[in-house]
């Protein structure tokens, strides 16, 4: 088992779990799925998302490594039980991917929430 | 949807859908959309990797044990070289990756952990949740949790009980922790009542739950625990020791 103090790089690992406004939103206004599946009586026990998060994991991890599987987790660990303690998974791994996307400086606030609204535009359209 | 009421269209009705679009689903479409337009992955990158999950399941590594239960020689194979011994259940650890190629987060090794009656093995990957998904499939949720990861490592007994699994004192329990480059199934003891059963009657009977070691196969229980993800009463830091 790898331990932080033999590992200078895991040491320096700075874990931001300050709250990002936009997703504290997300998380107190957004229909879970698992309130959406029992109100349309959908048995499906994942949401139709669910792979796509995962692929996006993974796409991250891999060419670029823009954000490596290790410390997305960790950060996820944080976050699951601070920030984001109260969500279901895996709605509390799509907010803890996009925190750390944010809080990596891949992209910012202000650009997921506008293309938020142009995303839901196109898909109630 | 059809409404017809003169015939009974009870057969072909369509499946209930969702009929609204959530935050969440909005959300997942705009990082995705971002991180395509910033360079992170491209549409092709990601699709490949959806693609590739949504071929995963752990009835290949049901296979393998079911395999293994059946032929000596093959079980010897399992435990000396996991990686062999998966081809034959249609799992290539080397090329099957949509890379084909190493990269940094890469797995190759499988390791087949054999039980015996005196020696029960038990998966996790303490750092982080490290899963054989190639053979698996997608990871449970419990799995993922730093209440399962931290507490399995030092209380396994009492966490295996919360599975259900109680093991009298006289069986060891053998943790097992994955890491980035090798990743673990185990192979269980061949539960009695099985005598003269196909391969495909045993490998209905290895769950994904006996191959990560939380239960053993029993005939007639081909389902995995339900099991309600509880939070750490007193949550270790990240900080080790």
Do not use: F, M
């Given at each position: 088992m790898v331990n932080s103090d033999d590992d200078p790089d895991l040491q320096k690992l700075q874990l931001d779990t300050?709250?990002?406004?936009?997703?504290?939103?997300?998380?107190?206004?957004?229909?879970?799925?698992?309130?959406?599946?029992?109100q349309y009586g959908v048995t499906n026990p994942d949401p139709p998302w669910k792979a796509n998060v995962e692929g996006i994991c993974d796409a991250l991890a891999e060419e670029n490594c823009a954000l490596p599987a290790l410390e997305r987790r960790w950060e996820e660990d944080e976050l699951s039980e601070t920030l984001f303690s109260d969500m279901p998974f895996p709605e509390r791994q799509l907010l803890s991917l996009a925190h750390s996307m944010i809080k990596r400086g891949l992209f910012n606030e202000e650009e997921l929430q506008s293309r938020m609204k142009v995303v839901e535009h196109r898909l109630n359209a | 949807m059809s409404k017809d009421k003169d015939h009974d269209h009870g057969a072909h009705k369509a499946a209930p859908m969702v009929e609204e679009v959530s935050m969440f689903e909005i959300l997942e479409t705009a990082v995705r959309e971002l991180a395509i337009e910033k360079g992170l992955f491209s549409a092709d990158d990601h699709r490949r990797w959806v693609e590739y999950v949504h071929t995963l399941g752990p009835l290949p590594a049901a296979r393998l044990v079911a395999k293994a239960w059946l032929d000596p020689e093959y079980k010897k194979l399992a435990i000396e070289d996991g990686v062999k011994a998966s081809l034959e259940v249609g799992v290539d650890w080397i090329n099957d990756m949509p890379t084909h190629f190493g990269t940094p987060s890469d797995y190759c090794n499988l390791r087949v952990m054999a039980?015996?009656?005196?020696?029960?093995?038990?998966?996790?990957?303490?750092?982080?949740?490290?899963?054989?998904?190639?053979?698996?499939?997608?990871?449970?949720?419990?799995?993922?949790?730093?209440?399962?990861?931290?507490?399995?490592?030092?209380?396994?007994?009492?966490v295996l009980a919360e599975f259900g699994l109680i093991l009298p004192p006289e069986v060891n329990v053998r943790v097992v922790d994955s890491n980035q480059k090798t990743r673990y199934i185990v192979l269980p003891v061949r539960p009695e009542g099985t005598e003269g059963w196909t391969e495909d009657q045993l490998a209905e009977i290895v769950t994904r739950d006996c191959l990560i070691g939380v239960a053993m196969p029993k005939p007639g229980t081909t389902s995995n625990v339900k099991l309600p993800v509880r939070k750490a009463v007193n949550p270790v830091e990240h900080g080790h020791h």
């Open positions: 300050s709250p990002i406004p936009l997703l504290q939103k997300i998380k107190t206004e957004g229909r879970v799925w698992g309130d959406l599946a029992q | 039980d015996t009656p005196t020696l029960k093995h038990v998966v996790v990957c303490t750092l982080c949740s490290c899963y054989p998904r190639p053979i698996l499939g997608q990871s449970p949720e419990w799995y993922r949790t730093p209440n399962y990861r931290r507490r399995l490592v030092r209380w396994p007994r009492q």
